[in-house]
Nanobody, 124 residues
Framework: QVQLLESGGGVVQPGDSLRVSCAAT????????MGWFRQAPGKEREFVAS????????SYGKPAKGRFTISRDNAKNTVYLQMLNLQTEDAAIYYC?????????????????WGQGTQVTVSS
């Protein structure tokens, strides 16, 4: 059974940094591309970042460019999202997802498995 377990969310102030993690079990992690999406209350889920199975390629959504970095450790079956200079508009549930295609993917339908999400709250 595939499981993606996000962690690291929490309450931060504007301008703070935060790193969220996603540990994967039950799949051949090193062959899957991984992605992060987010969903704020009343808004549609949006693409944040994606990384290929080999880490050679990454892709970022508009809100992430210049502030967020996606990375992965295939030895630990874990993908990370480092977020800098968080703003109130970054507050959302952050979901990680796994795509068997192996290459970066920006659409949610390209992903096969999803985690339950971790809440990030940005408030002064």
């Amino acid at each position: 059974q595939v499981q993606l377990l996000e962690s690291g969310g929490g309450v931060v102030q504007p301008g703070d940094s935060l790193r969220v993690s996603c540990a994967a079990t039950g799949l051949s992690f090193s062959t899957y591309a991984m992605g992060w999406f987010r969903q704020a209350p009343g808004k549609e889920r949006e693409f944040v970042a994606s990384i290929s199975s080999t880490s050679l390629t990454t892709s970022y959504g508009k809100p992430a460019k210049g502030r967020f970095t996606i990375s992965r450790d295939n030895a630990k079956n874990t993908v990370y999202l480092q977020m800098l200079n968080l703003q109130t508009e970054d507050a959302a549930i952050y979901y990680c997802a796994a795509s068997g295609r192996g290459v970066v993917a920006v659409e949610d339908y390209e992903y096969d498995y999803w985690g339950q999400g971790t809440q990030v709250t940005v408030s002064s």
